[in-house]
Nanobody, 124 residues
């Protein structure tokens, strides 16, 4: 069983930055993907960014240039650096993972493993 633990959420003013971390434990097949999703109250969960085991990233259009996903070499720890945060970025942020990853997908149903989430609140 794979477990994901997120950290790094919090409250920040608009224009500020946060870095989220996600550490995976358990077995993931060598070719895996880990991604970040978010869900604001009353809205559907949306994909933000994904990175594969070769550290190739993909982003949703709405975060390009502001958010950066990265992976720590030799570990199953991924980060989401969020800069120039806006009030509309306020949401619960979730880490997700899947084994046998053949494509960088930002689709919720593609991921088998999920963390509990970390809250990000951006005040304007």
């Amino acid at each position: 069983q794979v477990q994901l633990v997120e950290s790094g959420g919090g409250s920040v003013q608009a224009g500020g930055s946060l870095r989220l971390s996600c550490a995976a434990s358990g077995y993931l097949y060598s070719r895996y993907c880990m991604g970040w999703f978010r869900q604001a109250p009353g809205k559907e969960r949306e994909g933000i960014a994904v990175i594969d085991s070769d550290s190739r990233p993909s982003y949703a259009d709405f975060v390009k240039g502001r958010f950066t996903i990265s992976k720590e070499n030799g570990t199953k720890t991924v980060y989401l650096q969020m800069n120039n945060l806006k009030a509309e970025d306020t949401a619960m942020y979730f880490c997700a993972a899947k084994s046998r990853c053949s494509a960088l997908m930002l689709v919720e149903r593609a991921y088998a493993y999920w963390g509990q989430g970390t809250q990000v609140t951006v005040s304007s």
